[in-house]
């Protein structure tokens, strides 16, 4: 069974740019979700999507959104780049069935902003 | 409020000793799970154990073992005879029992260096 996969795994932008974080949840999930982990920091909630809806988001400012499509893939974009958006970006996924099982996570996106 | 705390920011250890790791946490739950992850430099999370609430039970699973305390709100991680693979930073993380669409509140996490 593949696990949650991310891409890209490197990414590099400039102060004002754009970025764009995807993510395929493990086959059968149905809710991604996406955690920053600043240098130095922990790992601090962003979003939760769930049947394709925003479900919860983390303490983030709007610039920080994202979707999830019918497949369950999802997307995490980043509008405006400002430096302390450095961080590695990780995605987890999980299923309503299996509620009580620890979330999958993918092996992130690092993201540079330079 | 839900909250986890590791007090150790880094570790390090000569390989083959034995080293713990601490994990406090705060939560109004009655039931809740408690999970270690693992992250080792490539960046990604290694799912360790999950405990629940209502099983005080401690576990090993090969070198390592989980003593979880109740009475003390603590979730503390062992690592018996450190390998250098072991060099990682180590997340202690809390979510309510049915953590479907919860998210999970991770420690600050605690660096490990094991030297040879």
């Known amino acids: 069974e593949a696990g949650v996969t991310q891409s890209p795994t490197h990414l590099i932008k400039t102060r004002g740019q754009q970025a764009t974080l995807r993510c395929s949840p493990i086959s059968g999930h149905t809710s991604v979700y996406w955690y920053q982990q600043a240098l130095g920091l922990g790992l601090q909630f962003l979003l939760w999507y769930d049947e394709g809806e925003e479900r919860n988001r983390g303490n983030f400012p709007p610039r920080f959104s994202g979707r999830q499509f019918p497949n369950y893939s999802s997307e995490l974009n980043v509008n405006a780049l400002e430096l302390e958006d450095s961080a590695l970006y990780l995605c987890?996924?999980?299923?309503?069935?299996?509620?009580?099982?620890?979330?999958?996570f993918g092996d992130g996106t690092r993201l540079s902003i330079l | 409020a839900q909250k986890v705390t590791q007090a150790q920011t880094e570790i390090s250890v000569v390989e083959k000793e034995d080293v713990t790791l601490d994990c406090v946490y705060e939560?109004?739950?009655?039931?809740?799970?408690l999970f270690w992850y693992k992250q080792p430099p490539s960046g990604e999370l290694v799912f360790l154990i999950r405990?629940?609430?209502?099983?005080?039970q401690n576990e090993i699973s090969g070198r390592y073992s989980w003593n979880f305390q109740k009475s003390t709100s603590s979730f503390n991680f062992t690592i018996t005879a450190s390998q250098v693979v072991d060099s990682a930073v180590y997340f202690c993380?809390?979510?309510?029992?049915?953590?479907?669409?919860?998210?999970?509140?991770f420690g600050p996490g605690t660096r490990l260096s094991v030297l040879p």
């Open positions: 993380a809390l979510s309510p029992f049915d953590n479907y669409g919860q998210n999970f509140v």
């Open positions: 939560t109004r739950d009655t039931t809740y799970y």
């Open positions: 405990r629940n609430s209502f099983d005080e």
């Open positions: 987890a996924s999980s299923s309503r069935e299996n509620s009580n099982q620890p979330q999958h």
